[in-house]
């Protein structure tokens, strides 16, 4: 017959066994296994695009749209001094000097309508967006190209703004304020958004995917 201590030897204590579910720290094999799925979850995530995540919106231009007020505006002005040229000639106020008053009246006019078309073609042609997965993209500047990049987990709040004029009249436009620890632009606003909604809510989720990845990665 075999003795205890035999029979303890060759089957193993309780304790042995009970460790063939643990690792050398004394986690649990199924949450090693939960962790190692997490990991492998937060690798596929690194790897990942915006758009396999499946967020509306990975960036864009800054809309023309944005601009449509300021040109109602440009308009309303133009109107305005062609009208009183008019009305003068009518009454024939302008006497031999034609030509220098609608010179003069013109002038309002044409320099708005050159302001206008500048910003127009600056900020449509040069202003970009781009949201990855870790990190938002900034880029503008025509003769001089800047790039600023904002870590995704480092943003501490974002507010969306739209004016009763990005919703009458410039077709539901608007912008993002982004609140970050970033040390160079704290405080970053993405204007000329055409679908701020969406951008808002893309950022808001990478955001949230990127932090919830870093606390997974930093689990032993």
Known sequence: MMSNDNAHDVYGSDDQHNGQHRDSGGVPHEQMMDQATDRKAASAQTNATPESLGVSWTGGNY???CL??????VWLVTILFVAAGIYMMVKGKMGNSVAV????????PVCLWVYYFSIYFYRTR???YRLTPHRFYNES?????TIDTLE???IEDMRMTQTLTDRLINGGTGSITILSKDITEPTLVISGLENPRDAYESI???RRRERSAR????VP
């Not at 008053?101 to 309002?108: A, D, K, Q």
């Not at 500047?141 to 190209?145: D, N, S």
């Open 215 to 218: 606390v997974i990665r930093s």
């Open 204 to 206: 808001d989720e990478m």
């Open 141 to 145: 500047g025509l003769f001089r190209k």
């Open 126 to 128: 040069t202003i970009r």
């Open 68 to 73: 449509r007020g300021f040109c109602a505006f």
């Open 101 to 108: 008053i609608w010179g003069l009246l013109l002038v309002v």
């Open 63 to 65: 809309s023309g749209k």
């Open 152 to 154: 995704l987990i480092s």
